[in-house]
């Protein structure tokens, strides 16, 4: 059976048709503020049902017991601040409705202001992250949205500008296409990367026990090293054409940035991917990790940890490699051969490779997609020295 969303609806927020023109021209009158394009894409998030059960921005007492419990006060486990940050102490009392634009000043939707609080930064970036070091790309951007916050629940009035919005799949709609195809074990794959070995290893597991793959990239905020979003679905789009039973996956965008919260950030993937319908999720090796911040099977353990279970069923894949003497990929439960006999793959090394100006072996990316890698860093090469 598709899994049901966490807390058991799908939370939909988003004014009908028949409102807009009306509801439009209320925003209009209303006080505003303008926010980046990060809390606009959560925005929508909430209300298209990705971030189920969230209403809205959360307030002082959601924050604190996401930061130190796992939890909503309502009940829920859920690992990941949803902010509406600011860098001034905002003049709006509780109780007041604004409408909230985007950098291009165009309205996007409405809040009900439930709290207005200062957040004590260091102290909730050590909670969530696991460091308040402003050297975690993911610390340095919550620290940069300013300490002040805003919570109460939101409505959705239009859609912002967004380049990759053909590529967005809402839960509703991945539901429908489960259930269409008559799927009833659906695993979902997480990347923030363009596909390597490894990442194809997993999605053939996936492939191997499960109806179907929802293969479903970041296409938001990453780090300035990561790949270009576009650049990661046209590589998948080549990845499921030649390679996968196209009958069985299903590739959909998901326009969030990246937290690089490690375990935290497994568990908030998870949770996300069960709202779209999917009842199995695999975490592999260093989960949203970024350096050395997590140890790499931290995002395993998390959830042996967590207050109550979530609702969605792990996957859980240790080191996955190509190893010379099996001839292919394995992982440690399925090849006993030494570490010298075994190349490591992982986008940090294939983005070295790249940028200096070196192919990536087959055993680490395909041939197809390698080239696209190639074409991509050159360009953006040239970009630089220009």
């Keep these: 059976m598709i899994a049901e969303p966490h807390g058991g609806k799908l939370i939909l927020r988003k004014i009908p048709d028949s409102f807009k023109e009306t509801f439009m021209e209320e925003a209009k009158s209303l006080p505003s503020i303008t926010v980046d394009v990060d809390t606009i894409l959560d925005m929508e998030n909430i209300a298209k049902g990705v971030f189920s059960p969230l209403e809205g921005f959360m307030t002082k007492e959601e924050l604190e017991e996401v930061a130190h ?5 309502s009940g829920e486990v859920w690992t990941i601040p949803i902010l509406l940050q600011l860098n001034e102490r905002p003049s709006f009392p509780k109780g007041e409705r604004i409408a909230i634009r985007d950098t291009n000043l165009k309205i996007i939707g409405v809040m009900d202001i439930e709290d207005v609080f200062k957040i004590d930064l260091e102290r909730i970036a050590k909670a969530v992250w696991g460091t308040d070091s402003r050297e975690h790309p993911g610390v340095s951007l919550f620290y940069s949205k ?9 409505w959705l009035v239009e859609e912002a500008d967004f380049p990759l919005r ?19 074990k659906i695993v979902g794959f997480q990347t923030r990367n363009a596909p390597h070995r490894a990442h194809e290893y997993l999605q053939r597991l996936a492939l191997e026990i499960g109806d179907g793959l929802f293969i479903n990239p970041i296409i938001g905020r990453k780090k300035k090293d990561d790949f270009d979003s576009g650049l990661i679905i046209r590589a998948y789009e080549l990845l499921i054409e030649k390679f996968f039973p196209k009958e069985r ?21 998870a949770i996300i991917r069960k709202n779209f319908g999917c009842t199995h999720f695999i975490v592999g090796r260093d989960h949203a990790g970024v350096g050395n911040f997590y140890d790499p099977f931290e995002a395993h353990r998390i959830f042996d940890k967590l207050p109550k279970d979530i609702g969605i069923e792990i996957i859980k894949v240790g080191n996955v490699f ?29 983005r070295k490779m790249l940028m200096e100006g070196t192919m990536p072996p087959l055993e680490m990316v395909r041939l197809e997609i390698a080239k696209l890698l190639v074409e991509y860093t050159h360009s953006k090469i040239k970009r630089m020295v220009e």
């Design 249 to 269: 996956v299903i590739m959909g965008g998901l326009a969030t940035s990246m937290r690089y919260a490690g375990p935290r950030e497994a568990v908030f993937h």
């Design 166 to 184: 053909d590529w967005e799949l809402e839960p509703s709609e991945t539901r429908k296409i489960f259930s269409y195809r008559g799927w009833k």
């Design 322 to 350: 190509y190893c010379s003497i099996c001839g292919g990929m394995a992982s440690d439960k399925t090849c006993g051969h030494a570490d010298k006999y075994r190349t490591y793959v992982s986008m940090t090394k294939v």
């Design 146 to 154: 300013g300490e002040w916050a805003i919570g109460g629940k939101i």
């Design 69 to 73: 419990k796992m939890m909503l006060p």
